[in-house]
C-alpha cells in the first residue's frame, strides 16, 4: 500500500534554530517528491519537487534531501523565523496520484 | 492576481440540507480538484477534473458531487450533508494535467460543520 509517513507529529523549537523534518514514504513506482508549507487556515503553497535523480534541492533557508534507495526525504529549516511556524507535508507521487502525509506542525517560539 | 477563490470560507448547517461550495480559477488551468482535510490525516481528494466536461472519482468520492461547465469553475455540490462531512475542503488547480508532474496551486480553504 503506498503510503508517506511524517515525523515528528509537533516540533517546537527557539527562533533562529535549526531542524530537520522527516519523510519516509513506501510509494511504488516513483515519480517525484514535494514539499508544502500549510499556514494555519490557508491552503498548502509548494516549497520544492524533487525527482528520482535529484537528491537536494533548496529554496531559500528551505533545503529538502531525498534518498530515493531508503525512501526517505528530509527537509531541513535554518535559522528559523516566527513565519515559518506552519505544517509542512511531504508528498509522493507514483505517477497518476498524490500520496499526502499528514504533516508535521512546527511552532517556532521567540 | 492568480488565485484560486473558494466560497463560502465558513459555512455552519444542518443534516440533510443541501449547500455547493464554490471555487473558480484565474490562471486558464487545465486540472481543478477538491481536498479534503481532516485532523490527523493527510489531504484526500474528493475529485478531479482534467478538463471541461471531464470529471473523475478521487479517494473519497461519496456523498459528494462535482461539474465542470466552464474551464475555471469547479464546483463542489454535498446533495444531503451528514456530520461525516464536516472538514476543511481545499479546491487546487494546475496548469498541467499529468498529476505526478502538476504543482498544485490552493485556494484558501472552507471549513464545513454539519450539525
Known amino acids: 500500500k503506498n503510503q508517506v509517513e511524517q515525523s515528528p507529529q509537533s516540533l517546537i523549537i527557539l527562533e533562529g534554530k535549526n531542524c530537520t523534518l522527516q519523510?519516509?514514504?513506501?510509494?511504488?513506482?516513483?515519480?517525484?517528491l514535494r514539499w508544502y508549507k500549510q499556514d494555519t487556515g490557508r491552503g498548502p503553497v509548494s516549497l520544492t519537487i524533487m525527482t528520482f535523480s535529484e537528491n537536494t534541492k533548496s529554496n531559500g533557508r528551505y533545503t529538502a534531501t531525498l534518498d530515493a534507495d531508503t525512501k526517505q526525504s528530509s527537509l531541513h529549516i535554518t535559522a528559523s523565523q516566527l513565519s515559518d511556524s506552519a505544517s509542512y507535508i511531504c508528498?509522493?507521487?507514483?505517477?497518476?496520484?498524490?500520496?499526502w502525509g499528514a504533516g508535521t506542525k512546527l511552532i517556532i517560539k521567540p | 492576481e492568480a488565485q484560486v477563490t473558494q466560497n463560502p470560507r465558513y459555512l455552519i448547517t444542518v443534516t440533510g440540507k443541501k449547500l455547493t461550495v464554490t471555487c473558480s480559477q484565474n490562471?486558464?488551468?487545465?486540472?481543478m480538484s477538491w481536498y479534503r482535510q481532516d485532523p490527523g490525516l493527510g489531504l484526500r481528494q474528493i475529485y478531479y477534473?482534467?478538463?471541461?466536461?471531464?470529471?473523475d472519482k478521487g479517494d473519497v468520492p461519496e456523498g459528494y458531487k462535482v461539474s465542470r461547465k466552464e474551464k475555471r469553475n469547479f464546483p463542489l455540490i454535498l446533495e444531503s450533508p451528514s456530520p461525516n462531512q464536516t472538514s476543511l475542503y481545499f479546491c487546487a488547480s494546475s496548469l498541467q494535467t499529468e498529476v505526478g508532474a502538476n504543482v498544485l496551486t490552493f485556494g484558501a480553504g472552507s471549513r464545513l460543520t454539519v450539525l
Open positions: 508528498v509522493v507521487s507514483p505517477d497518476y496520484q498524490l500520496i
Open positions: 490562471m486558464n488551468h487545465e486540472y
Open positions: 477534473s482534467m478538463n471541461v466536461e471531464v470529471t
Open positions: 519523510c519516509n514514504y513506501t510509494v511504488s513506482p516513483f515519480s517525484n
